[in-house]
């Protein structure tokens, strides 16, 4: 079966470069993508640009297979840097599917390597044209598909809280879950509402996450899942759960949970280890996809009072930069600027919050402004300890929650 695959690849790959070469075009590209997708990206930049001819798959890695095509050649970025001192090359198209969730290997930190080389041409596609199918092309709006880097506007991940409370009640919660006084439960409508903006503002989002808190605690779940898979078909997406209620999930949401393509992901905390094989064969059963971490037994204690972190250092080792959350219509670069008035309100803090969260609605930003500013550093970045932090031991909150639990110096 991997032969036949393989094979297919091939011809594909002979077919685009044979028609190619009937293009008058003189623009020479390198490609950053997944060794498997080339071909079938290859096809898909050649229908929606016919100026640009694909000759050159560029990559660290080492590669065993080889291109069985004359016209790609697999080069190192060492390569790429001598084709650009003889203007051999005109730019580079990363592919957003390829990147990674680190600072220096997401889309832009690998377009900031390239002008590093001396390449100024530097083009995105992202992750949605890699799994949008190609028979399925001719229907998408390809305005976005393939843009300059300054114009990308595929958000990496963007988190919806479905309900701000949560049945666990962790002492450390990152999202402040366990000290929320009045936890939001949110509305089919909101997220309708919110998603159609983003569509508007983004075009793309590669994640949509469902969190909290609790998501399962949300009874409208499915719908809102629906409502996803209807509007960005092509996205990734998650359930980010405790998984203590997977259990007592309804046939309804088992059954979206399957057909809409969706992955549960279960943070393994001690409570839910006692009922995880339980819960693995029921998802086994029901055919839904799913993820556990490794057992949780300590908390990062991630943030600080006084705003004395290096925020830069922060940032860049942050895995949590490009978690874009929606909070009541706005949205921030990760979850802290908009639950961090939770804490505020809980111990009478002032962290500033508020003014890292940019209004969805606002016409003051294009999508691509929008995103570059989620993912630059702020001198939020300096409330945060940075890795490694401090840590405790795992357990849930008793009467009163502590602060040091949360916030160390
Ligand atoms: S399970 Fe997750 S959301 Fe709930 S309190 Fe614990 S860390 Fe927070
Ligand atoms: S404030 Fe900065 S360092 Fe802290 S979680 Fe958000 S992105 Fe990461």
């Known amino acids: 079966m991997k032969y036949i695959y393989n094979k297919i690849k091939w011809i594909l790959l002979k077919y685009y470069s044979k028609i190619m070469k009937t293009h008058t075009t003189n623009k020479t590209y390198a490609i950053c993508c997944s060794f498997n997708k080339l071909p079938y990206l290859c096809l898909k930049i050649m229908l929606l640009r016919k100026d640009i001819f694909i000759k050159y798959y560029l990559t660290d890695e080492n590669i065993n297979e080889t291109v069985e095509n ?39 930190g690998r377009a900031k390597k390239l002008y590093r080389y001396g390449i ?6 992202p992750a949605t044209l890699e799994w949008t199918p190609i028979y399925k092309m001719a229907k998408i709006d390809k305005k976005n598909f393939i843009t300059d880097i300054e114009q990308f506007s595929e958000p990496l991940v963007v988190k ?8 666990l009640n962790c002492s450390g919660c990152t999202h402040f879950a366990s000290i929320n006084q009045n936890p939001k439960m ?18 793309y989002i590669k994640c949509i996450q469902f969190l909290g808190g609790e998501p399962l605690m949300n009874p409208q779940l499915s719908l809102m899942i629906k409502k996803v898979r209807k509007i960005f078909p092509y996205a990734q997406i998650n359930v980010l759960t405790n998984g203590l209620l997977l ?6 949401l088992l059954n979206v949970l399957k057909n809409k393509k969706t992955l549960v992901f279960i943070t393994q905390y001690k409570p839910v280890t006692k009922i995880l094989p339980d819960i693995t064969t029921k998802l086994d059963k029901n055919r839904i996809k799913y993820v556990v971490t490794s057992k949780i037994e300590n908390f990062r204690i991630q943030y600080n009072q006084n705003g004395t972190g290096d925020a830069v250092k922060n940032f860049e080792n942050c895995p949590d930069w490009a978690c874009h959350t929606i909070v009541n219509g706005k949205i921030g670069g990760c979850y802290y600027a ?12 002032n962290i500033p919050g508020e003014q890292y969260m940019y209004d969805l609605y606002s016409d003051e930003y294009t999508g691509a402004q929008l995103l570059k500013k989620l993912t630059s550093v702020t001198p939020l970045c300096s409330f945060c300890n940075g890795i490694p932090s401090p840590t405790i031991p795992w357990r849930c909150v008793a009467k009163d929650p502590v602060i040091a639990d949360w916030f160390y110096n």
């Open 338 to 349: 908009g639950l961090v008035k939770y804490a505020n309100i809980f111990w009478n803090l």
């Open 70 to 108: 004359d016209e790609i050649k697999i080069i190192s970025f060492e390569e790429l840097k001598k084709l650009s001192e003889n203007n051999s090359i005109n730019g580079v198209i990363l592919s957003a599917a390829y990147a990674d969730h680190t600072v220096n290997n997401s889309i832009w």
């Open 120 to 125: 100024k041409d530097v083009l995105c596609i």
């Open 186 to 203: 949110m509305t089919v409508d909101e997220l309708n509402k919110d998603l159609l903006q983003l569509k508007k503002k983004f075009g």
């Open 160 to 167: 919806f809280l479905a309900y701000e409370g949560c049945n």
């Open 247 to 252: 259990m007592n999930t309804s046939k309804k």
